[in-house]
């Protein structure tokens, strides 16, 4: 199931990156807006259906503090994907994908400031994430300064014709 999950949610950011392109052309709280309400009008079926089956019982929140938690987790999850989209529209879905992976070498981090033991392995991982997302953001910064280039090169071409 979360292998299901990866692969849709990767379509779901390179067909938004390639079908939208640049951000000015969405309203971002419109888009948002028909991704919930699309949310809403079809993911409840599968919930229904998970309840039906036993599998997954559908209970409302039990305290106050539950209700606060899941308040919490709306605001960041709100506010994480809405940051994320700007990012991948502004860059590529690749480079904040690989953006997203630093998380790891934070984790890493964070274990040693708080005096955690960590294996050799684990810091060659956090390390080749590092690498690779300096090596994803310079190669994209390359494309993106040739393509600048080749937009000036058209444009004194389209003006001396």
């Known amino acids: ?32 807006g028909f991704v919930g309400l699309y949310n809403v009008l079809t993911c409840w079926i599968i919930g229904a ?25 709306m605001a960041f999850t709100i506010s994480s994907d ?9 860059t590529t879905p690749i480079v904040v994908t690989v953006g ?3 998380t790891i070498p934070l984790a890493v981090i964070g274990d040693v400031l ?8 684990v810091l060659v991982g956090a390390t080749l994430v590092l690498v690779s997302f ?7 910064a390359r494309i993106r300064s040739v393509k600048a280039d080749s937009t000036v090169v058209d444009d004194s071409l389209e003006r001396t014709d």
Do not use: C, W
Not at 61 to 69: C, D, R
Not at 134 to 140: A, T
């Open 1 to 32: 199931m979360a292998l299901v999950s990866a692969v849709v949610y990767a379509l779901y950011v390179t067909l938004l990156k390639v079908r939208i392109g640049v951000e000015s052309r969405v309203n971002m709280q419109l888009f948002f």
């Open 49 to 73: 259906v998970l309840h039906i089956l036993d599998v997954e019982p559908f209970e409302l929140p039990s305290s106050y503090i539950v209700i606060k938690a899941i308040l919490i987790n």
């Open 82 to 90: 809405y940051i994320y989209v700007l990012a991948m529209l502004k």
């Open 100 to 102: 997203l992976s630093l």
């Open 114 to 121: 708080l005096g955690r033991t960590v294996r050799n392995l």
């Open 134 to 140: 300096v090596v994803v953001g310079l190669d994209d």
